[in-house]
């Protein structure tokens, strides 16, 4: 009995590194309140005389606000919890403190968190996400991607349409598609011969991830792409005088699909003429194999269920397409935040033999609680630390302009392109996506360039994320498949990926967004 209680006991203990983070994190959010507020000497320009900021020096000192500094430590505490400790709790405890910090009172602060657009459209999406991962749509897909005959004897065919097909599930659900991928990937490693170490094994574990990394990057409607679009969106609405644009989102997927299909290709490339990958053992396998059970008829309710994610995608869409000037595509544009909630209703309400196309209640057990309330507690502490008053993103941008100063537009580019994709895995890329957008903005602002094809090129860099498991949520999971691929290898081939992408965004992105966007 006493061996039995020990054991339990043992279990229960925490980690000291555990602690360790957590003190690190808690002792970040708490020193806003006695840290010197940062400052920085700037030379004076037209938008910095109108604030009316003191003269030192013959320049301007621009000052962030005691609150600006216990709000952005808060913030950076929180990130720190977020990518060492748990992906949950912190963002509450930020919430909380900044309560208790006097940012603001208690009921502003919740209707802050609770009354965003941003986060109310969110949490409609998922709900309608978490329908589609029920019914299993992705993975019929998935099967009936990687049962075709053309494959068999192809080595290099099928090595690309695991890899485009990748790409291509997550457009349905990216986190599930993972799931999905990789059991089919392992299953031909077993039927083949493959073992761990193997170069084909360890490449195209990574390159699953990455394939599905640019779906996220790419998607407009609920991937990673969605959400920094819209936040683009939420800044135009707001008095900024930055001249926010407001990407088209038609024309951002096209920009999205064109860059991650050339990624996936050069990856392809890499894999044959650099690593020289050895494949012949994929000659072995035998598609019959993966048909071992029929694959099923979509249902009604699967066909409903993509009936409607592909009404959603054109409430988006349509805009883009027929123009904002008409009766039908300026209500859209007024009422983007509406579709989500539209397309729950509508897979509530549809009756299938008496029932409706999808049962939220149950459905919803597989909700993504941490995704929602991770991007909804970014956004109310981002939104605090770089609102008004607070100085924040004012010097932030007086810093990177004086950092970046001399940089053509080109050159900007390319910067930010780096910064994203290097920045991004070390904390959560969305977060990061949040919190520099309205400093990109201002940079170009300031500069005088055209903020539209730089942030096109930011926000498909900084959320390819997979070099460390603190960089995003299909990173993490590729960092659990230590049966299949050593650390090192993943983290080796996840950079390369990473750079082989970042040259992609460069040499191929920069010049399609400039002709895109303008």
């Known amino acids: 009995m006493g061996a039995e209680a020990q054991v339990e ?4 203990q925490i980690p000291i590194a555990t602690i360790i983070h957590t003190l690190i994190g808690v002792g970040l959010m708490l020193s806003g309140l006695f840290l010197p507020c940062l400052s920085i000497v700037t030379e004076p320009t037209a938008k910095l005389l109108s604030l009316g900021l003191p003269q030192v020096d013959g320049g301007l000192l621009v000052e962030v606000t005691r ?3 216990i709000a952005t430590m808060i913030f950076l505490g929180v990130v720190y919890l977020w990518t060492f400790v748990d992906t949950l709790w912190p963002g509450f405890l930020g919430l909380l403190m900044l309560i208790f910090c006097g940012y603001a009172p208690a009921d502003q602060i919740l209707t802050m968190f609770f009354g965003n657009p941003m986060v109310v459209m969110i949490f409609f999406l998922m709900i309608f996400a978490s329908a589609i991962v029920h019914s299993n749509i992705a993975a019929w897909l998935a099967r009936w991607l990687m049962t075709r005959d053309f494959i068999e004897g192809r080595p290099w065919v099928m090595t690309a349409t695991i890899l485009v097909g990748s790409y291509c599930v997550a457009f349905l659900d990216q986190v599930t598609a993972c799931f999905l991928m990789w059991p089919i990937l392992f299953s031909i490693f077993e039927e083949t011969g493959y073992k761990k170490g193997d170069r084909y094994v360890s490449i195209m574990t990574v390159y699953v991830v990455i394939a599905i990394l640019c779906s996220f990057a790419t998607d407009p409607f609920k991937g990673g ?15 900024s005088g930055m001249a926010v644009p407001v990407l088209n989102t038609a024309a951002y997927l096209v920009f999205g699909v064109v860059v991650s299909l050339v990624s996936i290709a050069m990856l392809l490339l890499l894999m044959r003429f650099v690593f020289r990958v050895d494949v012949s053992p994929l000659l072995r396998m035998n598609v019959a194999a993966l048909k071992k059970e029929p694959l099923p008829p979509l249902t009604t309710n699967q066909k409903i269920l993509l009936g409607v994610f592909f009404f959603y995608a054109m409430w988006l869409l349509l805009p883009s397409l027929i123009g904002k000037e008409n009766i039908v595509g300026a209500f859209l544009t007024r009422n983007t935040m509406a579709g989500s909630a539209i397309a729950v209703l509508l897979i509530c309400i549809i009756p299938v033999k008496g029932r409706p196309v999808a049962d939220i209640c149950v459905s919803n057990a597989v909700y993504p609680w941490r995704v929602f309330f991770l991007i909804a507690f970014a956004m109310l502490l981002g939104g605090a630390m770089t609102a008004k008053g607070t100085n924040v993103a004012l010097w932030m941008e007086c810093a ?3 950092l970046l100063s001399g940089f053509s537009v080109s050159a900007l580019t390319i910067a930010v392109i780096l910064l994203g994709i290097s920045l991004t895995n070390f904390c959560n890329s969305v977060v990061l996506g949040l919190v520099l957008t309205p400093v990109l903005l201002a940079v170009s602002h300031a500069f005088g360039f ?3 094809p730089i942030m096109a090129c930011f926000i498909f860099a900084v959320l ?9 949520p299909f990173a993490a999971l590729l960092f659990g498949h230590t049966k299949w691929v050593a650390k090192t290898d993943m983290i080796k081939h996840s950079v390369i990926a990473s750079a082989v992408v970042a040259g992609v965004v460069i040499a191929v992105g920069m010049p399609l967004a400039t002709l895109i966007f303008g």
């Open 9 to 12: 006991t043992q279990t229960r």
């Open 67 to 69: 609150m600006g500094m």
């Open 225 to 239: 792409a969605f959400y920094l679009l819209v936040n683009l969106q939420s800044l135009a609405a707001g008095d």
């Open 400 to 402: 990177m302009r004086g």
């Open 450 to 452: 055209s903020a539209a």
């Open 464 to 472: 390819i994320a997979a070099c460390t498991p603190a960089a995003s």
